[in-house]
């Protein structure tokens, strides 16, 4: 039996995150990972320009769980 490969795009990633550079590293390391996958797997899709990985946040999760229930 042949199964069918499913792949999801970056940009439905998400992530919050306090340390400024813990979130550098995860948005580097997950390009990274992008390009090694359509390499090793030889998926047909590009990997420039780099995916926006602006769903990794680089903020305090408590706070913003606050902020978003003082807007409703």
Avoid: C
């Amino acid at each position: 039996m042949t199964r069918k490969r499913v792949f999801y795009p970056l940009t439905n990633l998400r992530g919050i995150e306090i340390e400024p550079f813990a979130v550098l590293l995860a948005r580097v390391t997950l390009w990274m990972g992008h390009k090694l996958a359509v390499d090793e797997l030889e998926i047909a899709e590009p990997v420039l320009p780099l995916a926006d990985l602006s769903g990794i946040w680089n903020r305090d999760a408590p706070e913003s769980v606050a902020a978003r229930g003082r807007n409703r």
